[in-house]
């Protein structure tokens, strides 16, 4: 006789709010708080998992539907987790697809949304299952082939404040030239001893951002560095900042809007390209592959549909000599023990992760991860490893439930500062 299997009999989806510093990007800088949606699985046997997702409200309108959905359901049954989440939302799977301005995620689709918000169930289910079985996730993945996931510092052009009252703030200080990014890029080093940076690019002229990355590179020889203007760029400019920055980028990320104007970038400098902007799905990849428009696939764990999917993710790479990393959005604890988990069974990672975990102030879980020497360790607890502190996520939901910003909305944002400010078009230079 097997063991019985653990069977759900309770699923939160709880939206917070989180606070997030005046990062700049292409289309215009982070608002004050960007939403985020806890996902909470309980078994039949008292076993609590934890998911973390994107709180846009069409993630949390879905994730509330699921949550009712899994009840009754096999705490094992994830592969079920996607035909439930269709279910739930009411919706087919073939609607066309448009691009997602707001969230610089690539393409929006249904399946994305149903993939981003299954991640969270995904990973309480298996945080569940392994508490019950008092193992951690990355052996239900097939175990760790590495104790610790290195992940790079995330460097962004920012302003010291947001321009409105009441929002939070920190003691970073502006960086809105090279020497701000540089001094930037020392506190991380210091901090939380990063060895490589990201700059975020698509902010400044092409030329004020070459010169940034030529500023940290006399700073920091030794330090792989990448670039990422999120698509803002034409071909030619793509190709004159990758012949400017030829032998200095570890790779050049997103330089330029699609798998056409991509793969000629590819074809005209020989530049090593990364994206988590035209390989957001596998439905992309046979074109993108084809085109040799991308070298390193950055995956997203919440929109490539959790952390089996991101092996499989792993292998459709692997397969066609593709290699595989991490980027990452605005995110707390559990999304980083997520991605340490899932990073931590996949041979091929060959370049540090992203996150932009060290912007923010505030978590969820009772103990937040420690960068040391650039690096989490993979933990050999329980599930995650982590623990839901319930305080604060009380105060974060209060807080969702006193503003009313329910979705992220970088433009919005930058025409507070800049009432004239639109969207701009990308690529942009
Ligand atoms: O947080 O401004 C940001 C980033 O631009 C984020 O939205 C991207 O999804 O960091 C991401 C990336 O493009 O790598
Ligand atoms: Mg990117």
């Known amino acids: 006789m097997g063991r019985r299997v653990p069977r759900i009999v309770r699923a939160a989806a709880t939206p917070i709010l989180i606070g997030d510093p005046p990062l700049l990007n292409v289309l215009g800088v982070h608002q004050p ?32 539907s699921l949550a009712d959905a899994v009840v009754g359901t096999p705490v094992t049954a994830l592969n079920g987790l996607f ?3 269709y279910e739930a939302g009411g919706f087919a799977d073939d609607a066309a697809p448009e691009f997602d301005p707001a969230g610089l995620r690539g393409r929006r689709t249904p399946s994305k949304l149903v993939r981003s918000v299954v991640s969270a169930f995904e990973i309480a289910s298996l945080d569940a299952l392994g508490t019950v079985l008092g193992l951690p996730v990355h052996a239900l993945l097939g175990g760790k082939v590495r104790d610790r996931v290195d992940y790079s510092a995330y460097l962004f052009y920012r302003w010291a404040e947001h321009p409105v009252a009441d ?20 506190r991380f080093a210091s901090e939380y001893g990063f060895g490589s940076f990201k700059l975020k690019g698509g902010v400044f002229s092409p030329d004020e951002e070459i010169a940034a990355i030529k500023a940290l590179a006399k700073e920091f020889p030794d330090h792989p560095l990448r670039l990422d203007p999120n698509g803002g760029w034409t071909v030619d400019t793509s190709v004159h900042v990758a012949t400017e920055l030829d032998g200095t980028l570890e790779y050049l990320e997103d330089p330029t809007p699609g798998v056409e104007a991509m793969a000629e970038v590819r074809r005209r400098t020989g530049a090593l390209l990364a994206t988590n902007m035209i390989v957001t799905s ?23 549909g959790g952390l089996h999917a991101t092996r499989e993710l792993a292998a459709h790479c692997r397969t066609y000599g593709v290699a595989l990393s991490m980027h990452s959005n605005t995110h707390l604890g559990i999304s980083l023990a997520a991605m340490t988990h899932v990073a931590s069974v996949v041979p091929e990672l060959r370049y540090a992760c992203d996150t932009h975990r060290p912007w923010q102030t505030e978590d969820v879980i009772t103990t937040p991860h420690v960068f040391r020497d650039g690096a989490v360790e993979v933990p050999d607890t329980p599930g995650l490893g982590v623990e839901l502190d319930r305080d604060a996520l009380a105060a974060l939901h209060e807080r969702w439930r006193r503003l009313d910003v329910r979705g992220r909305d970088d433009v919005a944002a930058m ?15």
Do not use: M, N
Request: proline letters at 9%; charged letters at 25%; glycine letters at 6%.
């Open 282 to 304: 596998f439905e992309e990849i046979p074109a993108a592959f084809a085109a040799d428009a991308v070298q390193v696939v950055l995956s997203d764990h919440h929109y490539w």
């Open 33 to 64: 708080y960007t939403p985020r949606c806890i996902v909470e699985i309980e078994t039949d046997d008292g076993a609590v998992g934890v998911g973390e997702t994107y709180g846009d409200a069409e993630y949390l309108a879905l994730a509330t």
């Open 167 to 186: 929002a939070p703030s920190d003691d970073w200080g502006a960086a809105l030239d090279p020497e701000g990014v540089v001094a930037q890029a020392r």
């Open 415 to 429: 025409r507070v500062k800049y009432p004239e400010w639109t969207q701009p078009p990308l690529p942009r230079w």
């Open 83 to 85: 035909d439930l989440a």
